[in-house]
């Protein structure tokens, strides 16, 4: 069978899923349908927002499925009728064993690590909060248990010291794309491979991130709070709690920092008042440098035009 009548649906909703399906169009696949996230009210206008996969999809006349419930009658139906060979998911939900048995030729997915490590919803977060140098893409198929599935192919990516999770995700989004083209043609041709996920080995896991996930611990030495920051940056973003010299405390963010090292034996948090504009504390091994930050009420802003307009003098992190 050739790709143009190999007949593949595609599901995914946010931007690092809509690349894939952009060169899976580009690459001339035939696209029978795409799933996506129903659309979301957002703004202050409350709006209802399509997903970056939808507007794609639109743009390039594709039939569009927004199931709200994935074992709804009616969507299976409609799936149903879009006769797949093939389901390729990217950046969406569990599916249930109903969608994912469909097709002939299997449900594949992608996934932002170097399974089975970092198996899980934030991956590309993770391996950046954990100070990991090395992570990667994996296709692989899907089974009842998340993440667990045959692996297809896998490619290694490297993480730089100064990379935040922006940086990677962009990085992986791109090679990510490039990875399921690669196994879809594999699958047409006959050529591919899988392999089962190694047992009884240890491994991360890259659970979804919460609030309380996010706040920096003081306590830790310095290239971990580095770590931290930059694994949550630009979202949902780093956050700790700053008391005012006239005890009124809220909620700060922190997108962006550096570091150096330096012999102490810190207990707690000290701000440094050596300049009228930097940022600076110190904390056990070193020295964190604040770049960018956000205080309630106000936008993003780096370190040397919030200081013009306000003084640090008298906080202190709780």
């Known amino acids: 069978m050739n790709k143009e009548n190999f007949r593949i649906v595609f599901m995914g909703t946010p931007e690092f899923a809509q690349e894939s399906l952009k060169m899976i169009v580009e690459e001339g696949f035939n696209v029978a349908g795409v799933v996506t996230a129903p659309d979301k009210p957002s703004g202050r206008g409350r709006k209802l927002q399509q997903s970056a996969v939808k507007k794609f999809a639109l743009e390039n006349d594709l039939p569009v499925l927004q199931p709200s419930n ?69 296709t692989f198929f899907i089974e009842k248990e998340i993440d667990t599935g045959n692996i297809l192919l896998q490619e290694a990516v490297d993480i730089s010291e100064t990379m935040n999770a922006s940086d990677l995700h962009d990085s992986l989004m791109r090679k990510g794309a490039s990875l399921l083209v690669k196994t879809i043609e594999e699958i047409i041709s006959g050529e591919i491979k899988s392999v089962p996920q190694e047992k009884n080995i240890r491994y991360n896991l890259a659970p979804k991130i919460y609030p309380e996930d996010c706040e920096i611990a003081w306590k830790n030495d310095v290239k971990s709070i580095y770590n931290h920051i930059r694994g949550l940056s630009p979202y949902p973003g780093a956050w700790t709690m700053i008391q005012t010299e006239n005890d009124e405390s809220f909620t700060l963010k922190i997108f962006s920092a550096e570091y150096s090292r330096k012999s102490n034996d810190i207990l707690e948090p000290i701000i440094l008042n050596d300049s009228s504009l930097s940022f600076k504390v110190e904390v056990s091994g070193g020295v964190l440098n604040i770049l960018e930050l956000q205080v309630p009420g106000k936008r993003k802003m780096k370190i040397q035009e919030f200081l013009r307009g306000n003084s640090i003098e008298g906080w202190k992190l709780l």
Do not use: C
Request: charged residues 20%; hydrophobic residues 45%.
């Open 70 to 138: 994935l074992k709804d009658p009616d969507f299976l139906s409609s799936l149903m009728n879009l006769k797949a060979d093939l389901i390729a998911v990217v950046a969406f939900r569990m599916l249930p064993e109903v969608v994912w048995s469909m097709p002939q030729q299997g449900t594949i997915n992608l996934h932002a690590s170097l399974l089975p490590d970092y198996r899980g919803a934030a991956p590309i977060n993770r391996v950046i909060m954990n100070g990991e140098k090395k992570t990667g893409i994996t």
